[in-house]
């Protein structure tokens, strides 16, 4: 049974850091047949769900919202089977759910843009307030 499960989210001040896992069960992100576009995304109360940071199961390729550049970092560990996103500097406007998501067709960027993916998460919610 494919899975992917976040974890790490949590309630942060303003200015904080989190860091968030996917870790994939029932199929394996990184391997040198099969690609996948791995991707965070993210959906706030009343508004659209957005992606948020994908990254390339094959060449490490990075994508990132610009909302979130320079704040957040994408990242693999491939033994672990697992992909990180590591935030920093965190605002309120931050504040949502986060998803996980692995597709195997699209480029990252695609990906991202789109939000179309045959694999999600459940979600870990993501709270920045004083």
């Known amino acids: 049974q494919v899975q992917l499960v976040e974890s790490g989210g949590g309630l942060v001040q303003p200015g904080g850091s989190l860091r968030l896992s996917c870790a994939a069960s029932g199929f394996t992100l990184f391997t040198l047949d099969d690609y996948y576009a791995i991707g965070w995304f993210r959906q706030a109360p009343g508004k659209e769900r957005e992606g948020v940071s994908c990254?390339?199961?094959?060449?490490?390729?990075?994508y990132y919202a610009d909302s979130v550049k320079g704040r957040f970092t994408i990242s693999r560990d491939n033994a672990k089977n697992t992909v990180y996103l590591q935030m920093n500097s965190l605002k309120p406007e931050d504040t949502a759910v986060y998803y996980c998501?692995?597709?195997?067709?699209?480029?990252?960027?695609?990906?991202?843009?789109?939000?179309?993916?045959?694999?999600w998460g459940q979600g870990t919610q993501v709270t920045i307030s004083s």
């Open positions: 990254i390339s199961s094959s060449d490490g390729r990075t």
């Open positions: 998501a692995a597709n195997p067709r699209l480029t990252v960027q695609a990906m991202c843009v789109s939000g179309t993916s045959p694999y």
